[in-house]
């Protein structure tokens, strides 16, 4: 069985995204920490510590004041809303851009060697705890604003309680606020923590790197065959995507020194997920040409990919207010994408792919219906394990190839010295 057939047939590898989908859901599932008990509102209380705690609930929040440890002197300030944590504010009620603060006090016992993690907070921030400030990223004032978007961990002094105040502004980003919880526990596991999720990031990022030489190589060297093209080009979204938005040292590196503004994460943000849909269409198209309608497939595939040239060459302060209204273009696009992959499975009648067709849509849903902001995308690594499996079925149909060359080599080896023998027998 080659890998793409001409005439059209589907490749079977789906079934692995189906399992792999799934594991990636159960791993993420099995990752989360409970969140501590709340007594009022921005306070948390920890009787035991048995792991990290996440600060989500409620918390106290300043619509349009920045206000210093000093303005509260260990109760609300007077005025304060309540905010949910985490989430982007804009879907709280607030305006998109604008500046606040936030506030929390957290009872903990049982942390040795306390350290507290900071999210990516959205767009420039500084944080204190207990009066003391302990991180800042960017700039908060009006008249020198700049956003630095980064996620830190802070040592902290050991106590029973922590006060915690974060300023946060935001003048260019399309998301705002603790999108993200922090968190709190032991120094030495945030650490790892840490060191865990950027080596993941860079797992992704050299495998999708691989992913896309390796089909780009193909397609040069196989004829021209449409699919491998498109899954390169796929590979190259994902990989721009991830390197733009993730968590490693590549992310850092660009954004502390100014490589990697607010304005070009959104351009990315916004059209890499027209060009996944634009050539995810393209690609199912190129497999399963003989089950689809060609043109209504590449006018709504150069709709997208129109569209992310579009994002890429106007001000974000075009679409960035338009943005729930895009969404539904994206959503409209991943429907009409999942519902080519259900067409085209309808000739090759398989349950694992047709479960591994469904786990992919619903990841989809999960990011839909998920409050907007949150970093995790679960369609993401659905995504990715589906070209990470196309990696491997690849190179095992080449280690099948390699097999069967080498034995018809051996048989015309075998052959010619047959002939041979015959030959000079008759001579």
Not at 207 to 222: I, K
Not at 224 to 253: E, N, Q, S, W
Not at 397 to 424: C, M, P, S
Request: proline letters at 4%; one cysteine or more.
């Amino acid at each position: 069985m080659t890998v793409f057939h001409r005439d059209g047939s589907s490749p079977t590898f789906l079934g692995a995204v189906c399992r792999l989908s799934l594991l990636a859901v159960i791993i993420f599932m099995g990752s989360c920490d409970d969140p501590p008990s709340q007594r009022d509102r921005g306070q948390f209380e920890v009787s035991q510590y048995i792991g990290p705690v996440p600060l989500e609930g409620s918390w106290e929040f300043y619509e349009n004041r920045l206000l210093s440890p000093q303005d509260f002197g260990g109760t609300p300030a007077g005025d304060s809303e309540i905010i949910q944590v985490p989430g982007c504010w804009t879907h709280q009620g607030y305006a998109l851009y604008g500046q606040g603060t936030y506030r929390s006090r957290i009872s903990v016992a049982g942390v040795q060697n306390p350290g507290l993690l900071l999210p990516k907070i959205f767009s420039a921030s500084k944080v204190w705890v207990n009066g003391k400030r302990v991180d800042s990223q960017g700039l908060t004032s009006d008249s020198s604003y700049y956003d630095l978007v980064l996620e830190e961990l802070a040592p902290l002094p050991k106590a029973d309680s922590y006060e915690i105040v974060i300023h946060v502004v935001n003048w260019d980003f399309w998301k705002a606020g603790l999108v993200d919880a922090p968190v709190i526990g032991e120094y030495e596991q945030l650490f790892y923590r840490m060191q865990a999720k950027s080596s993941m990031y860079l797992l992704w990022i050299g495998c999708l790197g691989l992913m896309m030489l390796l089909h780009l190589t193909l397609f040069a060297n196989s004829s021209k065959v449409l699919p491998y093209l498109f899954a390169g080009l796929f590979g190259f979204a994902l990989l721009l995507r991830i390197t733009v938005l993730g968590d490693h040292f590549i992310y850092y590196y660009l954004k502390t020194n100014g490589l990697l503004t607010a304005s070009l994460q959104a351009k990315v943000y916004f059209a890499s997920l027209s060009l996944l849909l634009g050539i995810g269409g393209m690609y199912v198209q190129a497999i399963y040409p003989l089950q689809l309608r060609r043109r209504w497939t590449r006018y709504l595939s150069f709709f997208f990919l129109g569209l992310a040239v579009l994002f890429l060459l106007v001000p974000i302060r075009w679409f960035v207010p338009y943005r729930h209204v895009i969404n539904v273009f994206f959503v409209m696009g991943a429907l009409w994408f999942s519902a080519h992959m259900l067409l085209g499975w309808r000739r090759n009648r398989s349950f694992v792919q047709l479960v591994a067709i469904i786990v992919l849509v619903l990841l989809g849903l999960v990011d839909l219906v998920a409050p907007v902001g949150t970093t995790t995308s679960l369609l993401f690594v659905g995504l990715s394990a589906f070209l990470l499996v196309q990696f491997l079925y690849i190179s095992e149909q080449y280690g099948i190839a390699f097999l069967r060359v080498k034995r018809r080599n051996h048989a015309l080896d075998e052959t010619v010295r047959e002939r041979t023998r015959t030959i000079i027998a008759q001579k």
